[in-house]
DNA sequence: TTAGACCTGTGTCTAAGACACAGGTCAAGC
DNA sequence: GCTTGACCTGTGTCTTAGACACAGGTCTAA
């Protein structure tokens, strides 16, 4: 199988399976021309890693995890706590997000009835410069 | 004034200075010694830019954004359509935060009650390969 | 004058691929 | 057999917004 042949199978890009060949995630036999052939066990390592991703792992988890199950061990206890550590970075940047979206949306609708104004020596844009957002009761 | 003085004057580092400067956001003049010399106009940019940055422009919107009122033009139109199209991302991404979110909580809850398995010639880690998340009814 | 503490600019590194590009492959047509 | 063109390949570079490393400069106290 070649690179994009693989790619398309799983529904993911060529430039994906390059980067995680790459990285050793997956590890093709070299054909005769130079192109990297995967096996079906590259097709299955592959569908592993693309689930893991979805799940918020990152691809260094993913290594991890990896190495951890080539050694025969259960990656089980591992994957349990990286999850632990990923789904408490995702609750916190969701926060941020939330708050920072509330704030994008408060200045885009204040915005919108402020009138343009011309730059000053000490001021380049009084929107920005003079928003605030209204906390919330 | 010095790069980590106008920083921390502004409660930011001294690297986050260093790079706007890269960027010639932040035009300082060279000290005899070789050492960027920040003045009071760069003072109140960068004070404009950390606001910028904190409503989510990005730190190409807000050159861009500089540029317009260094020509004397009203930023105000393009500050209104750049938080547009910033809005819409932090929305996509919101979106998508918090379907991570209720994917990866409802894996761990899951995988807490599991047991630990060893890997097998086709299968990494059952928590991850047979997960599937019980849809919001 | 010298020691040490602190500060500086420059260069490199990060995540997870996307993109550019020079060259190789392969089937169709002659 | 040869050639054309379409498509594919691997490698290298680029992206964000800074953080970090580091060699060397500055500055204060002794």
């Known amino acids: 199988m070649k690179v994009t042949e693989l790619a398309k199978s799983l529904g993911t890009t060529a430039d994906t399976v390059r980067y995680y060949t790459r ?6 036999a070299k054909s005769v021309n130079g192109y990297k052939s995967y096996s079906n066990k590259e097709v299955s390592r592959l569908k592993f890693i693309l689930s893991a991703r979805n799940l918020g792992f990152s691809v260094a988890d993913i290594k991890q995890i990896l190495n951890e199950s080539e050694d025969g061990k259960s990656a089980c206890p591992l994957v349990r706590s990286l999850i632990k550590e ?12 939330l708050a920072l979206r509330g704030k994008m949306s408060s200045a885009l609708s204040q915005w919108e009835e402020m009138e343009d104004k011309a730059p000053t020596a000490n001021m380049v844009c009084h929107l920005i410069e003079n928003f605030e957002q209204i906390k919330k009761a």
Chains 1, 2 share one sequence.
């Open 86 to 97: 990923r789904l408490e970075e995702t609750e916190k940047q969701f926060q941020a997000m």
């Open 23 to 28: 990285l050793e995630l997956l590890k093709p």
